[in-house]
Nanobody, 124 residues
């Protein structure tokens, strides 16, 4: 059974940086997609950044040039480097895993395994 465990969230001032990690275990697929999603109170869950097993990436417009998604296959870990953080980035961040895809990587419905989330709070 696939399990995803996020870490690295916290509170940071506007303009600061955080790096989120998502440790994956229990999977055997060599082709997959993984993504970072966030959900703020009262808002829908939105795709932030995603990557497939071939290294194709996608980002939502609001984080382009600030966030970078990467994966370390040897460590079975997904990362999200977040720079120049803004108060509007405040949310619970989740990582997710789903079937391999080359399009609509940011669509939550594409993913069937989710972590429990890590809170990111950006203060002004």
């Amino acid at each position: 059974q696939v399990q995803l465990v996020e870490s690295g969230g916290g509170s940071v001032q506007s303009g600061g940086s955080l790096k989120l990690s998502c440790a994956a275990s229990g999977y055997t697929a060599t082709s997959y997609s993984m993504g970072w999603f966030r959900q703020a109170p009262g808002k829908e869950r939105e795709g932030v950044a995603a990557i497939n097993s071939n290294g194709l990436t996608d980002y939502t417009d609001s984080v382009k040039d600030r966030f970078t998604v990467s994966q370390d296959n040897a460590k079975n870990t997904l990362y999200l480097q977040m720079n120049s953080l803004k108060p509007e980035d405040t949310a619970m961040y989740y990582c997710a895993m789903g079937a391999y895809s080359t399009w609509t990587l940011l669509r939550p419905s594409r993913y069937n395994v989710w972590g429990q989330g890590t809170q990111v709070t950006v203060t002004s």
